[in-house]
């Protein structure tokens, strides 16, 4: 059975930093994608940062490049998020994901999912 799940959600103030973990287990991931999506109310899911478990490379959207850096531990199976300077627009329920496909951006192509952890961002 596989399971993903999330850790690390909290409230944070703006300008602050938060670390959010995924922990992959019930299958070999070694050649998923891992992606990290959120959701804020009323709003669709949209995609965060992207991982290749092999060589480790990685995929971000534009709103986040250059404060969030997804990582993983191979040996932990766990993927990580790690979010700085965030904003209140930062604020969503947030997805671990696993693909097996080449796509790293659409939700739907993703397979497996954990539960979600709430980031919120205080202004």
Do not use: H
């Amino acid at each position: 059975q596989v399971q993903l799940v999330e850790s690390g959600g909290g409230l944070v103030q703006a300008g602050g930093s938060l670390g959010l973990s995924c922990a992959a287990s019930g299958r070999t991931f070694s050649t998923y994608r891992m992606g990290w999506f959120r959701q804020a109310p009323g709003k669709e899911r949209e995609f965060v940062a992207a991982i290749t478990w092999s060589r480790g490379t990685t995929y971000y959207s534009d709103s986040v490049k250059g404060r969030f850096t997804i990582s993983r531990d191979n040996a932990k199976n766990t993927v990580y998020l790690q979010m700085n300077s965030l904003k209140p627009e930062d604020t969503a329920v947030y997805y671990c994901a696993a693909n097996s496909g080449s796509t790293w951006n659409v939700p739907r192509m993703y397979e497996y999912w954990g539960q979600g952890t709430q980031v919120t961002v205080s202004s």
